[in-house]
């Protein structure tokens, strides 16, 4: 079964460095998506992609994140200088079309930022 | 905002034990999915349900769309059940996204 994968599964990193979270969607879907999940609290939505540009973004992607497809399969989300609060799991999530169809989440990213 | 509401939203249960949860949301939904994520931290895919009903294994699932409320249904409990299980919906005039509900914890007891 065709599934979204996530690499690393685990990155620690020193607060203010630069970190680039990869995804790899399922090949036939055209939206791509970021959550992200701080610890105890509830999945957040990020940010949408499609068609080589963002299509929305919530109040939490500000200049530090952006993202980007590299390439016909990657999708990354990057955060400039990390701060000790972007300390989360990042999940990464796919969609064949916009709006009403099932969205497939990978296993997810912890980031600890130390 | 569109709101989802989880409850309940701790659940102890015995192994062997039937329970449900439900999901709350304020508007026309859709898509609702429902996850379970594990204690790992992964989110597992359940359903996509944004009306009707659906089984898999032990687990169902039925959204009243008009009524604007999912149940999910787990029967016969057992200790790899335990986790958070979330609701999730997509509300089209609200964007292209899904919103989390604040999830249910559930721990199976042996």
């Known amino acids: 079964e065709p599934e979204v994968t996530q690499t690393p599964s685990h990155q620690v990193t020193q607060m203010g460095q630069e970190v680039i979270l990869r995804c790899v969607p399922i090949s036939n879907h055209l939206y791509f998506y970021w959550y992200r999940q701080i610890l105890g609290q509830k999945v957040e939505f990020l940010v949408s992609f499609y068609n080589n540009e963002i299509s929305e973004k919530s109040e939490i992607f500000d200049d530090q994140f952006s993202v980007e497809r590299p390439d016909g399969s990657n999708f990354t989300l990057k955060i400039r200088s990390t701060k000790l609060e972007d300390s989360a799991m990042y999940f990464c999530?796919?969609?064949?079309?916009?709006?009403?169809?099932?969205?497939?989440f990978g296993q997810g990213t912890r980031l600890t930022v130390v | 905002g569109i709101q989802v509401e989880q409850s309940p939203p701790d659940l102890i249960l015995q192994e062997g034990a039937n329970s449900t949860l439900r999901c709350n949301f304020s508007d026309s939904v859709n898509n609702l999915q429902w996850f379970h994520q594990n204690p790992w931290g992964q989110l597992i895919n359940l359903f996509y349900i944004p009306s009707g009903t659906k089984q898999n294994g032990r687990l169902s699932a039925t959204t009243v769309a008009t009524e604007r409320y999912s149940l999910l249904y787990i029967s016969s409990s057992q200790t790899t059940d335990s986790g958070v299980y979330f609701c999730a919906v997509l509300i089209k005039a609200a964007g292209n996204k899904l919103t989390f509900g604040g999830g249910t914890r559930v721990l199976v007891k042996p």
């Open positions: 999530a796919s969609t064949t079309r916009e709006g009403g169809t099932e969205a497939f």
